[in-house]
């Protein structure tokens, strides 16, 4: 499709257990962000690449969280021991440069029990 | 340390009146101001953007208003439609370290 595809779109899975979600943003886009929502809350900052590389980490929470991107392309968010407040919609945006307009995805819903 | 706030979570308007959104930032260094709109289960997408170099951008029946010395923001929505219903998130970029924060959303419910 033309959009930023995110999988799983749901994620249920057991305190302790790692998990790793997946981007696929538009062809072409550079710039690749990764975003938590919170119940209630807004838009959090993880994680941007420009290319293959991170120039700011400074939003992922805890060493739990790594993020890699591969061929200027795909993009996997990895969460180690999964705690309960983990839970939270997760939310990849591209953007064909980064000055531009960012595109999300539909996100993931990670429920951790 | 929220830079951006959103302080209304909810706003009911009348279909055909004027929806009216704020949104304050605290870091003079944001040069560029978004709109994003999200429906349940979709993530945002981007609506409208004004420059910091500029008070107001119009596109439609959407018009962003910027106050730099206020640090305060704007979307304005007339006429308001139930299409309309959604989250509401202002975001605001820093070009030097390309970051983008938002707020924490406004929900919009246009009334029949």
């Known amino acids: 499709g033309a959009g930023v595809s995110q999988s799983p779109s749901n994620k249920v899975t057991e305190k302790g257990k790692d998990v790793e979600l997946r981007c696929d943003p538009i062809?072409?886009?550079?710039?690749l962000y990764w975003y938590r929502q919170r119940l209630g809350q807004g838009l959090e900052f993880l994680i941007y690449?420009?290319?293959?590389?991170?120039?700011?980490k400074s939003g992922l929470p805890s060493d739990r969280f790594s993020a890699e991107r591969t061929g200027e392309s795909v993009s996997t968010l990895t969460i180690q021991r999964t705690q309960q407040e983990d839970s939270a919609v997760y939310l990849c945006?591209?953007?064909?440069?980064?000055?531009?307009?960012?595109?999300f995805g539909d996100g993931t819903r990670l429920s951790i029990l | 340390d929220q830079q951006v706030k959103q302080n209304s979570p909810s706003l009911s308007v009348q279909e055909g009146r004027i929806s009216i959104l704020n949104c304050d930032y605290t870091?003079?260094?944001?040069?560029?101001f978004l709109w994003y709109k999200k429906y349940p289960a979709e993530g945002p997408t981007f609506l409208i953007s004004?420059?910091?170099?500029?008070d107001k951008n119009e596109d439609g029946r959407f018009t962003v208003f910027l106050n730099k010395s206020a640090k305060h923001l704007s979307l304005h929505i007339v006429p308001s439609q139930p299409g309309d219903s959604a989250v509401y998130f202002c975001?605001?970029?820093?070009?030097?370290?390309?970051?983008?924060?938002f707020g924490a959303g406004t929900t919009v419910t246009v009334r029949a």
């Open positions: 945006a591209s953007s064909l440069t980064p000055a531009q307009p960012q595109h």
């Open positions: 062809s072409g886009h550079t710039a």
């Open positions: 690449f420009q290319g293959n590389s991170a120039p700011d």
């Open positions: 870091n003079s260094m944001f040069d560029y």
């Open positions: 004004i420059s910091s170099i500029k």
């Open positions: 975001a605001a970029f820093r070009s030097n370290d390309y970051k983008l924060s």
